[in-house]
């Protein structure tokens, strides 16, 4: 597995306001194979969570930064797929602005994309079961050559964390939620994939690659 980004801390925080920003992916986190049922069908999944710090405004013309002056953070979950139909190689082509060849479908090195500038269209969405507005991260495209040259300082260090390569040290960065999510992976139980649920229907899915320019 590679490396991914997700954190789904709980508790008051302020919500990315909607619209595109400007966004420095700076932090990867892998969750490892993660057990998922769809539509009655178990899968065994390899998830990465990708974090972007955003520069931009509100609706209000407010800089997009919390209490404590830090810019605003926005994460995505995906599933480590370059398959037809996967939400990560669609994410991806839009954020390079092309599609990726034969060759580069073979494989993709996720951790390239840490340090990578992009604008991201940031939508709301209200949960019909908790009545929630959460921000979700609807696409992603390239930074306009006009922005190229007004990219701000990172703020935040950058983070790569791996199951395969444990570090209790970033773990322990981790809200309860995102640690509970990491060790629920079958690499962390201990388990091989003939001991977890069967996966099925993922014969074109792929690892990223390490050619794509950023």
Known sequence: MSFIAKDSGGGDFKKVAPGVHMGR??????????????????KLLPKVCVYWELTGEDEEGAPLIDSNGDPLVIWQ????????KAKLRAALESWR???FTDEELKGFDV?????????????????????????????????????????PAPHFPNVLFSVEKFDQAIFDTFHEKLQERVMASIEMRGL?????????????ESVPDDDIPF
């Open 192 to 204: 091989s994939k003939q001991d977890a649920a069967p996966s099925r229907g993922h014969a074109d």
């Open 111 to 151: 951790s390239k994309l840490i340090g990578a500038f992009c604008m991201v269209n940031v939508t709301h969405k209200t949960s019909q079961t908790s009545g929630k507005t959460y921000a979700n991260v609807s696409s992603l495209t390239p930074l306009p050559a006009a922005l190229r040259n007004a990219k």
């Open 97 to 99: 602005g092309k599609a």
């Open 77 to 84: 979950e995906y599933t480590m797929s370059l398959g037809k």
């Open 25 to 42: 992916c700076f932090k990867l986190i892998d969750l490892g194979t993660q057990e998922e049922t769809y539509e009655g069908e178990a």
